[in-house]
């Protein structure tokens, strides 16, 4: 008989009993592991995968079960799981139906990443004075992720859409692997250097925390952090995060939405335009209008009302002025006049000749010249010469005689 004739089965049969096999010997099992590409379906149930560092396996926990967590599973968190394994026949595969949950610590991913968080943290790249606004109307946006992904093409729709007159420049890249985050901060480093772009958006769509790392590499950090270009991140879905989102200027929730966030609508701009040039034509109108009628206002006789209304204050002013200048000369000079006549008579009180004429004489020593004020000046027989108001009277000293 033909050996290829023995024993064959069915691939029905072959499942059926790997599925006996694994289920009864697997049918009570705890594992220990990290959750990884959590998704929440629909219908209440959690799909996931629980993986160590060499090995990754399937897991469901239906809605049932997962009302006795205390706590929200969510990509890198380490687990202690406890259920059964099933196989599920029309596909082939097999997976971890868990019953209980519960925390076993904090994964390794999670670690590292708050581990790199905090050393960035401090070195300042996070900090919000850092962070800029993004330009109202960009008129170029360099879009940094994978040519091939629904994230571009999400972008490029939407921006599309909102507004055709941005021009939308892709700088493709790896967003997933190894080689993605050194891709990604070479274009942002290309971005700038050549200035290709008003805003730089920097991201991919969804995936797991594993899919997401290259977004948390240092390189890519750093790269965003030093762009002179805003920056908008843009890394999986709402709930999801990378490193990238604490450097970049604006941390957007879905690439979709950061397509939104850096397109206005041409709608709007072409409105708020509208409005500006309307409120400029009657700003610029009602002038003219103020303007036009002050110039007709300004007939020849009114321009000499109007003039002689300025000058008549200003004569008015002048003419006091003058009047208390001639007023101030006058009694100065009135006190100057006081003065001189003042000093005339203290001069002529002191004047010689006025008081020789008074009857006074003067009497000097012939000899000397010198004045004669009291008998011991003299001496009997001095030739003395007397001064009266006319005239030179000499006589000579026969005696003297001091008043008593």
Not at 153 to 167: A, E, H, T, Y
């Amino acid at each position: 008989m033909d050996a290829f004739t023995e024993n064959v089965l069915t691939v029905s049969e072959l499942t059926a009993n790997i599925k006996d096999l694994l289920e009864g010997r697997f049918s009570r099992i705890t594992i220990e592991g990290e959750i990884s590409n959590c998704k929440p379906a629909s219908t209440g149930h959690l799909y996931f995968y629980l993986k160590d560092e060499n090995a990754l396996i399937s897991a469901v926990m239906f809605k049932g079960r997962m009302r006795g967590l205390n706590f929200t599973p969510a990509d890198g968190t380490l687990v202690r799981a406890r259920g059964s394994i099933s196989v599920y026949a029309p596909r082939g595969n097999y997976q971890i139906i868990i019953e209980s949950m519960e925390l076993a610590g904090t994964g390794n991913i999670l670690l590292m990443l708050e581990e790199r968080k905090r050393k960035l943290a401090e070195e300042g790249l996070f900090n919000q004075d850092r962070k800029r606004d993004l330009p109202y109307f960009p008129q170029r946006v360099a879009v940094v992720t994978s040519p091939t992904g629904a994230a571009l093409r999400d972008i490029l729709q939407i921006m599309g859409r909102r507004n055709p007159k941005v021009s939308v420049t892709v700088l493709p890249c790896q967003v997933q692997g190894a080689d993605a985050a050194p891709a990604i901060a070479n274009m942002i480093q290309v971005a700038n250097a050549y200035r290709m772009a008003d805003v730089l958006i920097v991201g991919r769509g969804g995936g797991s925390l594993e899919d997401l790392l290259p977004f948390s590499e240092e390189v890519v950090v750093r790269a965003v952090a030093n762009s002179q270009i805003p920056v908008v991140s843009a890394v999986g879905h709402e709930i999801d995060w990378a490193l990238s989102d604490f450097a970049a200027d604006v941390r957007a929730p879905t690439p979709s939405a950061a397509a939104e966030l850096v397109t206005p609508l041409l709608s709007e701009v072409s409105q708020q335009m509208e409005f500006w040039r309307r409120d400029f034509y009657e700003s610029i109108s009602t002038r003219l209008e103020r303007m036009r009628l002050l110039v007709k206002s300004f007939t020849p006789d009114s321009m000499e009302l109007r003039f002689r209304t300025i000058q008549q204050p200003l004569l008015t002013r002048f003419d006091m002025a003058k009047e208390l200048i001639l007023s101030a000369m006058e009694e100065k000079c009135k006190d100057a006049r006081r003065r001189i006549e003042n000093s005339l008579r203290d001069l002529e009180g002191a004047n010689p000749s006025a008081i020789l004429a008074r009857g006074y004489s003067m009497v000097t020593d012939k000899a000397t010249g010198k004045v004669i004020r009291n008998p011991q000046d003299t001496k009997v027989g001095q030739v003395l010469e007397i001064r009266p108001a006319a005239g030179i009277i000499q006589t000579q000293v026969i005696a003297m005689e001091e008043n008593k």
